[in-house]
């Protein structure tokens, strides 16, 4: 779990609304549920014609995207690779899968796209960051050591607590990682070397990062602040240009919508603050109001269409849409029997051209072990 205490508030904030509206005229079913992960479900993402899912047992598996395209009996699911420590985050960028491990670790995987023999890895873990080159490099200049704990030292390069989230920049040539030790850090995709950390980012652990079309990078922290960085052309570093505080308790959650103007924040005094770009601070984010209906803490969140996804301890997803700045709960998905960790949510891939709704495959992890496939059907606004 995000390192977070559940707090009771979130009043800072005017809510949108605070009931679901339209649920009858919203479709939406559990289409199946995978089963195969023996621990909880702590990260999951889509790749191609694959579901990823990572567990706390260390296993990352590999699962068809759309069951309704499958044979009716779902295919057995492929254990992908085991690490070390739970998975918490996993990007796939071409043919590497990248995953973040609660050993400190980032792991790298070469995806071998031919049909494995029976003898054969379909997946090669190919790196470990920071890798050896660049830790025997950093060790040997003192200038290079960072103070971690009152009697520990570290290279820079180290993450030295649980790596909770992972980011692609939109060029694809970074990676981005946030940890639980509180800093930021930048990876070049082309040799792994680790271009920059941003120590003591936040006061507290940091469990969220999301990186915008324009440049910017947002990180959500236990110490209740969304923070936003960006680096000039001209500058080396990422520097600080935004805070945003309105949340009562730690920061679970973030996501962007599709065109970067608009972040959500989930935490755990259960809102999801909805920040916009005001022109008028120079394309920072202001508030302009909180989602509120779940009952505990928001763990989770993914955006598709015009649509959040919401998930929470409270074992529900709940899909919201908002139109002109106004937003309301079209849909609350029950089933799980345990908090709902992660999620992600894609447009489906095959449906009626003539159908006058849009239709999306919504896929939940959960501390239940199960992976829910859900699809949701909400008529156009």
Known sequence: MARSIEHKGGDKVPSFTTQ????????????TTLQGHSSYISSLTLARKLLYTGSSDNEIRSWKRNPLNSDHDIPTNNIVAIGKGAVKSIVVLSDKLFTAHQDHKIRVWKINDDEPSQHQQKYTRIATLPTLSDRVLKVLIPKNHVQVRRHKKSTWVHHVDTVSALALSTDESLLYSVSWDRTLKIWRISD??????VTNAHDDAINAVALSNDGSVYTGSADKKIKAWRKNPDEKKHSLVDTLEKHNSGINALALSTDGSVLYSGACDRSIVVWGKDGGRGGNMVVLGALRGHTKSILCLAV???LVCSGSADQTVRIWRGVDRSYSCLAVLEGHKGPVKCLTAAIESYKNPSDSSSSCLVYSGSLDCDIKVWQVSVPHP
């Open 20 to 31: 679901p509206h339209h649920v009858s005229t919203t479709h939406h079913y559990c289409i």
């Open 192 to 197: 792994f070397k680790c271009l920059e950390s």
């Open 304 to 306: 598709v269409l015009d």
